[in-house]
């Protein structure tokens, strides 16, 4: 298939014409180029009126500002060129008489081009302003150059018949002039870029905010949700106690009705002892509450650790055994340091104690401190208290010989 574009091999640029291929390599030294099957199209940007010559050069512009609506302003058929014949080609895709008419670059005043190409505007775009702004002067051409600076073929070099002829040259600008007009142009960009950093900062700025209010809103879900799941488990557990109460109280009359069997004595009758239950629970609900003393903590974490692992007695068992074993040395020797320093990543303890949950706790109830960014478990000598380790050593008496520990 016949090539219908010319592409730049060193910055992939796809451009119409032999000539436009050639003002090209004077702008920026490349000269690798070959014939493309993608035509050369004119897309222009609905919302800031940005053209763009390819499919690829619409995708990034659309990647780097967001826009994504174009206007296919495409007004040629597209014709197959060739690397051999550039003249002829363009000839015939511009004028069907071209042998009759030949077209050659307007004259325009060398003056002004000289000070346009100064100013660091590509001859061709300089060549086009001063056609097309009569050669009246520098600051008529700068100001075209500035109006119709989207133009998808600003950069082409203008051809007119050959019997046509520009007017006479005008008068060139003064240095200071040009100085003025150059000075404008860079405000002009500059204003431009910063409006545009503008925006999107702004863009940004709403984007952040977006993302703080979802982060908030999925943190509040997870929240409600702990809260159900705790309300859930605290339901569960005194359900639990509840039947584990009943369970007893049936154990307990039970053996009453044994004994009173052995015994000889006639059954209980069951309605008697009824009536005193309300009494009992209406004294109860009378007492003030009061706050939880360290040795209840201590009950808790114990029954909290079994209640967590109820499945594995052997493990709670042996957990409740090496945490006596840990109040015991203490009391028998507080000023040995190796028995009040545990390394929290010591594997025996971490099997036996540190993996269970509440384990850590309950030492910690007892006085243990983590230090050395937590990788010990330490207590220090003047910390010690006696009653709380005597007060530790009994609750893990009662955890392991107690068959109905943690049942309640």
């Not at 203008?158 to 150059?182: D, M, Q, R, Y």
Request: proline share 5%; aromatic share 4%; charged share 35%.
């Amino acid at each position: 298939m016949a090539g219908v574009s010319l592409e730049c091999g060193d910055c992939g640029a796809l451009l119409k014409s032999v000539e436009e291929a050639q003002e090209h390599a004077e702008l920026t030294s490349h000269s690798n180029f070959v014939e493309s099957t993608e035509a050369v199209l004119n897309l222009v940007c609905t919302t800031c009126s940005k053209p763009c010559r390819s499919k690829t050069e619409s995708d990034l512009h659309t990647k780097r500002t967001g826009h994504t609506e174009f206007v296919d302003k495409t007004m040629e058929t597209v014709k197959p060129i060739s690397l051999e014949a550039p003249k002829a080609a363009m000839e015939i895709a511009n004028h069907e008489d071209a042998a009759e008419v030949e077209m050659v670059v307007p004259d325009v005043d060398k003056n002004i081009l000289e000070e346009l190409e100064a100013m660091a505007f590509p001859k061709a775009r300089a060549t086009r302003a001063l056609h097309y702004s009569g050669n009246a002067s520098l600051e008529a051409a700068v100001n075209w150059v500035v109006e119709h600076e989207n133009d998808p073929d600003v950069d082409e070099m203008p051809k007119v018949p050959a019997n046509s002829n520009a007017g006479p040259p005008k008068p060139a600008l003064t240095p200071e002039e040009v100085k003025i007009k150059a000075q404008e142009l860079r405000e002009r960009a500059r204003k431009k870029k910063e409006e545009e950093e503008k925006r999107m900062e702004r863009e940004r700025e709403k984007e952040r905010i977006r993302i703080g209010k979802e982060l908030l809103e999925a943190k509040r879900i997870e929240e409600d949700n702990e809260r159900k799941r705790i309300i859930l488990l605290r339901k569960a557990e005194k359900e639990e106690e509840r039947r584990a109460r009943e369970k007893i109280r049936q154990k307990v009359e039970e053996d009453k009705a044994e004994r009173r069997r052995k015994l000889g004595l006639p059954a209980e009758d069951p309605a008697a002892a009824k009536p005193s239950v309300p009494v009992v629970e209406e004294k109860k609900s009378s007492l003030p509450i009061r706050p939880a003393t360290k040795t209840e903590k201590m009950r808790e974490c114990l029954r909290s650790l079994k209640q967590a692992h109820k499945e594995e007695d052997a493990k709670v068992k042996r957990a409740f055994q090496t945490l006596l074993t840990y109040m015991g040395n203490v009391a028998k020797n507080p000023d040995e340091e190796k028995f009040r320093k545990i390394r929290l990543t010591n594997q025996t303890f971490q099997e036996r104690v540190g993996s269970l949950r509440g384990g850590i706790e309950f030492m910690e109830l007892c006085g243990f401190e983590k230090m050395e960014g937590g990788e010990f478990l330490f207590l220090p000598r003047d910390k010690i208290d006696p009653a709380v380790i005597n007060s530790a050593g009994t609750e893990l008496n009662s955890a392991i010989n107690n068959p109905f520990f943690g049942v309640l």
